[in-house]
């Protein structure tokens, strides 16, 4: 089926929607994919203290940007720059080793885009504004026509072709990616406020009152961190506001409530471009910045059917995965029994004699006899000892848990060696272990 739009830019308006609902074609080929990657996120407390959030493991074989990348990737848009800065290490060493396959030739790639100083030798990136300043040379190079920009660091499937071609029929400026919730939670987020063409006619930064949408007074627009910008029009604003005293060179803060009143702002709904989502669903988009939601997340693909499907051949997430051999399960004797129920389990783990319930194994996680490991996120190369008990834990790579070791059992005991979240969660670290002090998982 054939898609016009009414747009000045020919041929670019000239959309093919595919069989599949994805739209491929001059629009996305002709994007250029901006990935803030830099935050710690540090309500994730130890988890992040030796990777940024964006590099933090996540359903059992993947990192939280691999869903971002994908979504860029089966979306057609093939020039992807990764801005990064926290602690990188392992995020650029996860991107070097999966994500090397774009080819060249044709102009696809993955560049990461560290912090380097390139404005000022004094400064590293000061927001999120900035730090697609400090790179507008790189984008140049390549004059695209459209610059999109996403956070590296929620868990959701987008086609960004449905909304680059929304932008393109409203001859936005700039269009945001919006998600419907509740008027309440709209307080933890930037806030549009809309008319009834979904133009944005006021944004406000977590208000304390939130504008809410038409007809609806208890539903609210929040941002996504999901921006399209016509290229020209990004380099023209970044330029401006760079030279505004005090202005803390962020989105959310600076530029878009100054472009609102003065040009063409529209909002896009997620539900019209999420991916794998039925006409009855709400659509899957989670914000995992904390133990807690990190928790539930991963608990949440535990069950007989997620509402994300990690099983979709039509938009697969993408990522490195070593050469593993098959997961194993050994021992049937009635009180040594090798089992797994309701749980994701990865490549390379071995459960010899013990008992997995409702629980993550990411690869390489060993749990020896007579343990029992139940509603827990266990991430790669992890050593659960014999008799260990771990209930409603996130134990980080490479953990050695000691044999007869009890945790999320007792609360006030946990909170003397290790991290308990608001919600009850036991996060165990290597460090709280005592073992690999400073050496850091990655």
């Not at 940024?52 to 996540?58: D, G, I, L, R, T």
């Not at 800065?85 to 790639?109: C, N, P, T, V």
């Not at 099983?311 to 697969?316: E, F, I, R, S």
């Not at 020896?368 to 509603?375: G, L, N, P, Q």
Request: charged content about 25%.
């Amino acid at each position: 089926m054939s898609i016009t739009v009414n747009c000045p830019h020919q041929p670019y308006c000239e959309l093919r929607e595919q069989t599949d609902m994805r739209f491929i074609s001059h629009l996305t080929r002709n994007t250029f994919a901006i990935i803030l990657a830099g935050g710690r996120g540090s309500r994730l407390k130890q988890l992040t203290d030796y990777r940024s959030k964006p590099a933090v493991p996540f359903a059992g074989k993947f990192r939280i940007i691999d869903f971002t990348l994908s979504n860029c990737v089966n979306s057609g848009i093939r020039k992807i720059g990764v801005a990064t800065q926290y602690k990188a290490h392992s995020l650029i060493r996860h991107i070097q080793r999966g994500w090397s396959f774009l080819d060249g030739r044709f102009d696809e790639f993955i560049q990461l885009l560290p912090a380097q100083q390139q404005i000022d030798e004094t400064q590293w990136y000061q927001g999120t504004a900035d730090a697609v300043y400090q790179n507008m040379h790189f984008l140049r190079r390549y004059n695209p026509e459209y610059v999109l920009i996403v956070a590296g660091d929620h868990i959701y499937k987008m086609d960004y072709g449905r909304m680059l071609a929304f932008h393109v029929k409203h001859q936005a400026d700039m269009t945001v990616g919006c998600i419907d919730v509740p008027l309440d939670d709209a307080r933890e987020f930037g806030v549009m406020g809309v008319d009834g063409d979904d133009r944005v006619v006021e944004f406000v930064e977590k208000p304390d009152r939130p504008p809410a949408l038409p007809g609806r007074p208890d539903r609210a627009l929040a941002s996504m961190g999901i921006y399209i910008f016509n290229a020209a029009f990004l380099f023209e604003q970044l330029q401006r506001d760079a030279l505004v005293s005090g202005s803390s060179r962020d989105f959310g803060k600076d530029i878009i409530p100054h472009i609102v009143p003065r040009y063409r702002v529209f909002a896009h709904r997620f539900a019209d471009s999420c991916v794998g989502m039925s006409e009855d669903e709400v659509p899957y988009w989670r914000d995992v910045g904390t133990i807690d939601a990190y928790w539930e997340a991963n608990m949440e693909m535990t069950k007989v059917t997620p509402e994300l499907n990690l099983y979709d051949k039509d938009w697969p997430i993408w990522t490195y995965q070593e050469q593993q051999p098959p997961a194993k399960f050994v021992f049937d004797d009635d009180d040594r029994r090798g089992s797994a129920v309701d749980s994701l389990v990865s490549g390379g783990c071995i459960v010899s004699g013990a008992s997995v319930k409702r629980s993550m194994l990411f690869s390489n996680v060993h749990v020896h006899s007579w343990a029992r490991v139940e509603d827990s996120v266990i991430l790669p190369q992890v050593d659960v000892g014999r008799h260990a008990v771990l209930q409603r834990c996130v134990v980080d790579k490479r953990c050695k848990i000691p044999p007869g070791l009890v945790a999320g059992v007792n609360a006030a005991d946990d909170r003397r060696r290790f991290h308990v979240s608001p919600k009850g969660i036991t996060l165990i670290t290597p460090e709280m272990l005592g073992q690999g002090a400073g050496q850091g998982p990655v």
